[in-house]
């Protein structure tokens, strides 16, 4: 279980149904603040929250969670299993997520379909798709 804000996110009446935060259970809490870390920082996200099997960050009124939870079950996670499959994330232009996808290797980050990129969902679509050393992907979608 995620740690309590200190205080209460305020929440607008336009937020409603908006996503509140995300809990991730990663395996090894220090690779996932290496990895998500700076994934969330080049997106806007700031350190929020940090307690002994966790931390998040914050962008607005939503957080991302990461938890090494002593209720893990398992040490990997399967995207193509049921569950989560991916999380996507505007990323702002085309050069940025160049940018964010070049960068990605340094950080623990794999890029995923990379004979496709930047069009793997489709000619319309600029995107790159990251894998990270635990089995997430995410999705970071140009505006563009």
């Given at each position: ?6 205080a ?65 079950s ?41 004979e ?29």
């Open positions: 279980m995620a740690a309590v804000p200190d209460a996110v305020p929440m607008a009446p336009a937020d409603f149904g908006a996503l509140h935060h995300v809990e991730l259970w990663v395996p090894d809490l220090q690779r996932a603040k290496d990895q998500w870390g700076w994934l969330l920082g080049r997106l806007g996200y700031e350190a929020y929250q940090d307690w002994a099997h966790g931390c998040s960050w914050r962008r607005g009124p939503t957080y991302i969670v990461v938890e090494q939870s002593p209720d893990l398992g040490t990997m996670h399967q995207r193509t299993a049921p569950g989560l499959n991916h999380l996507a994330f505007s990323a702002g232009t085309r050069e940025h997520v160049d940018a964010m996808a070049g960068e990605s290797h340094s950080h623990g980050w794999a890029e995923l379909f990379p496709k990129y930047p069009h793997a969902g489709g000619p319309g679509h600029f995107a790159a798709y990251l894998v990270n050393t635990d089995g997430y992907e995410v999705e970071l979608i140009a505006a563009d």
